[in-house]
């Protein structure tokens, strides 16, 4: 009892004096103050827990102590750390890792998934793209075949139509012969309205890439002069019209009356553009092309740009505005050759055009020719004369060789009347027969395209292949045809030809066959 109350005494009334330490098992060394228990206990001194390096054994230790009772009295328990994780790693790890297992399976089979599903969207992407292609080269396709097939149309109407021209010119020019007869303001008449449709039917030929060029060297700078008051006719009162040229301008390669129907064109389109008034300029320069460019190869070119200050066109306007027979023009107000026949002349020519136009800006539509290499001829003494009666000098026999019967007719009626006699036959078979056969003619005047075996040029080729001084020349009115033609070195004249250039051709002819 005596050692109790001492006890007793010693922990009531001093326990800031002495702390008793009873430790199991034994510390390998002296045991020191542990500052962060008695902290701990300052702090909350019923009981609690914390993770401290032991100063008995030196481990890393999570510690719990409590009260023992009212009396200050802690006792401590200890594990070290190393201990905890061992025996988490023991007991859990195998489930954390039977978990994790699963887990990443899972994800990586999910990343699989995306991955599939972008490489399945890039080809489904791809996939429309091309099938969009397809259908877009599809369109294309049956857009070409159309307009092939509307070309050989055109230039099978137009052939046709040039036919009737030379009869109908071919009867004008009797007419006129036999001093019209009472009939002269009819004929006139007549003779007016031949020339247009033959600026019609050239037109069509022109759009169709069939109408045979008479190409020669133009000086742009001074037949823009020339041409001026031509073009200003086909613009309105209000419209201004300025030409300007950038330095000295080269001589172009061009058709002149292609070229000269281009640019009415262009006026024509500017005028309706500019109802209310606006300038309408042109602009020469040149130009070197280093490389190509779509279809314009690289080369020295000759740039005419015509612009206006019109109302302009939208984009979509535009990407069709060079497709023969497209227009935005109202009912009857407009064919949809204009901008085709300047897109086809450029490009037989050997250049291009381009068009550049924006809602409320105008136009500018820009024709590009190849540079000459050579000098512009001068009409006026390079033409040869044209006799208005035939000598005696000049008359001879002529086969003419011609499946349309009606222009036949017509030619015969003429060569009758320059004094030349004149056998006709259908067919290019039926005239090498005829010449087989022994018949000589000072001239065989022959049309290309014609049924049979042998064509005008094939007759053609055979004649000066057997009959070598034979004097030929060929009719056509086909831009293929005519380029074919030029390859042999026979005379062609291009339907529908004036009645002069016949009788310069017989005029050339007759010292020939004397």
């Given at each position: 009892?005596?050692?109790?109350?001492?006890?007793?005494?010693?922990?009531?009334?001093?326990?800031?004096?002495?702390?008793?330490?009873?430790?199991?098992?034994?510390?390998?060394?002296?045991?020191?103050?542990?500052?962060?228990?008695?902290?701990?206990?300052?702090?909350?001194?019923?009981?609690?827990?914390?993770?401290?390096?032991?100063?008995?054994?030196?481990?890393?230790?999570?510690?719990?102590?409590?009260?023992?009772?009212?009396?200050?009295?802690?006792?401590?328990?200890?594990?070290?750390?190393?201990?905890?994780?061992?025996?988490?790693?023991?007991?859990?790890?195998?489930?954390?890792?039977?978990?994790?297992?699963?887990?990443?399976?899972?994800?990586?089979?999910?990343?699989?998934?995306?991955?599939?599903?972008?490489?399945?969207?890039?080809?489904?992407?791809?996939?429309?793209?091309?099938?969009?292609?397809?259908?877009?080269?599809?369109?294309?396709?049956?857009?070409?075949?159309?307009?092939?097939?509307?070309?050989?149309?055109?230039?099978?109407?137009?052939?046709?139509?040039?036919?009737?021209?030379?009869?109908?010119?071919?009867?004008?020019?009797?007419?006129?012969?036999?001093?019209?007869?009472?009939?002269?303001?009819?004929?006139?008449?007549?003779?007016?309205?031949?020339?247009?449709?033959?600026?019609?039917?050239?037109?069509?030929?022109?759009?169709?890439?069939?109408?045979?060029?008479?190409?020669?060297?133009?000086?742009?700078?001074?037949?823009?002069?020339?041409?001026?008051?031509?073009?200003?006719?086909?613009?309105?009162?209000?419209?201004?019209?300025?030409?300007?040229?950038?330095?000295?301008?080269?001589?172009?390669?061009?058709?002149?009356?292609?070229?000269?129907?281009?640019?009415?064109?262009?006026?024509?389109?500017?005028?309706?553009?500019?109802?209310?008034?606006?300038?309408?300029?042109?602009?020469?320069?040149?130009?070197?092309?280093?490389?190509?460019?779509?279809?314009?190869?690289?080369?020295?070119?000759?740039?005419?740009?015509?612009?206006?200050?019109?109302?302009?066109?939208?984009?979509?306007?535009?990407?069709?505005?060079?497709?023969?027979?497209?227009?935005?023009?109202?009912?009857?107000?407009?064919t949809g050759l204009g901008l085709a026949q300047v897109l086809a002349m450029c490009e037989q020519a050997g250049g291009t055009a381009r068009i550049e136009s924006a809602e409320g800006q105008g136009t500018t539509v820009t024709l590009f020719l190849p540079r000459g290499s050579g000098k512009a001829v001068d009409k006026a003494t390079a033409s040869p004369s044209q006799p208005s009666t035939v000598t005696e000098a000049s008359k001879g026999s002529i086969l003419l060789v011609e499946d349309n019967e009606e222009v036949a007719a017509g030619l015969s009626a003429v060569l009758e009347v320059f004094g030349w006699q004149s056998r006709h036959e259908l067919t290019g078979d039926a005239a090498l027969e005829l010449l087989d056969d022994g018949a000589t003619f000072d001239l065989i005047l022959s049309d290309i395209q014609m049924p049979g075996v042998?064509?005008?040029?094939?007759?053609?080729?055979?004649?000066?292949?057997?009959?070598?001084?034979?004097?030929?020349?060929?009719?056509?009115?086909?831009?293929?045809?005519?380029?074919?033609?030029?390859?042999?070195?026979?005379?062609?004249?291009?339907?529908?030809?004036?009645?002069?250039?016949?009788?310069?051709?017989?005029?050339?002819?007759?010292?020939?066959?004397?």
């Amino acid at each position: 009892r005596f050692v109790i109350k001492k006890l007793r005494r010693l922990l009531i009334f001093k326990p800031t004096r002495q702390l008793i330490n009873q430790r199991f098992p034994r510390a390998r060394r002296a045991p020191t103050s542990n500052q962060p228990l008695l902290e701990a206990i300052r702090v909350n001194g019923n009981g609690g827990r914390l993770k401290v390096f032991s100063t008995l054994d030196g481990v890393e230790k999570l510690l719990v102590y409590r009260q023992v009772g009212v009396y200050p009295l802690y006792v401590t328990s200890g594990i070290p750390v190393a201990t905890v994780s061992y025996r988490w790693l023991r007991h859990d790890g195998l489930i954390a890792v039977a978990t994790l297992v699963p887990c990443v399976g899972i994800w990586f089979l999910v990343l699989f998934s995306l991955s599939r599903l972008k490489r399945e969207r890039t080809a489904w992407e791809s996939w429309k793209a091309e099938f969009g292609m397809r259908l877009s080269a599809e369109a294309t396709s049956r857009q070409l075949k159309r307009m092939g097939a509307l070309g050989n149309l055109v230039a099978s109407v137009a052939h046709d139509f040039n036919n009737l021209l030379m009869v109908v010119k071919a009867n004008m020019e009797l007419a006129r012969r036999k001093e019209f007869n009472g009939l002269e303001k009819e004929v006139v008449a007549v003779e007016r309205a031949s020339a247009s449709a033959e600026v019609l039917a050239r037109r069509l030929l022109s759009v169709a890439r069939k109408q045979p060029l008479r190409e020669e060297f133009v000086e742009v700078k001074d037949w823009l002069e020339q041409e001026a008051s031509l073009i200003r006719m086909s613009l309105s009162e209000r419209v201004q019209m300025h030409i300007t040229s950038v330095g000295e301008i080269w001589p172009a390669y061009v058709d002149p009356t292609e070229l000269q129907s281009a640019l009415i064109n262009l006026a024509v389109n500017a005028k309706d553009a500019m109802p209310n008034g606006g300038e309408f300029s042109i602009r020469c320069e040149n130009i070197t092309i280093e490389r190509s460019r779509g279809n314009l190869k690289s080369g020295e070119y000759v740039v005419i740009a015509c612009s206006d200050t019109g109302v302009g066109m939208s984009s979509a306007v535009v990407q069709r505005a060079f497709e023969p027979l497209f227009t935005t023009k109202a009912a009857n107000a407009g064919t949809g050759l204009g901008l085709a026949q300047v897109l086809a002349m450029c490009e037989q020519a050997g250049g291009t055009a381009r068009i550049e136009s924006a809602e409320g800006q105008g136009t500018t539509v820009t024709l590009f020719l190849p540079r000459g290499s050579g000098k512009a001829v001068d009409k006026a003494t390079a033409s040869p004369s044209q006799p208005s009666t035939v000598t005696e000098a000049s008359k001879g026999s002529i086969l003419l060789v011609e499946d349309n019967e009606e222009v036949a007719a017509g030619l015969s009626a003429v060569l009758e009347v320059f004094g030349w006699q004149s056998r006709h036959e259908l067919t290019g078979d039926a005239a090498l027969e005829l010449l087989d056969d022994g018949a000589t003619f000072d001239l065989i005047l022959s049309d290309i395209q014609m049924p049979g075996v042998n064509n005008g040029i094939d007759v053609a080729e055979k004649v000066r292949r057997m009959w070598p001084k034979q004097a030929i020349a060929l009719m056509t009115g086909y831009a293929d045809e005519f380029e074919r033609a030029t390859s042999i070195g026979v005379t062609i004249l291009s339907k529908p030809f004036n009645i002069d250039d016949l009788q310069a051709l017989l005029h050339s002819a007759a010292p020939a066959t004397r």
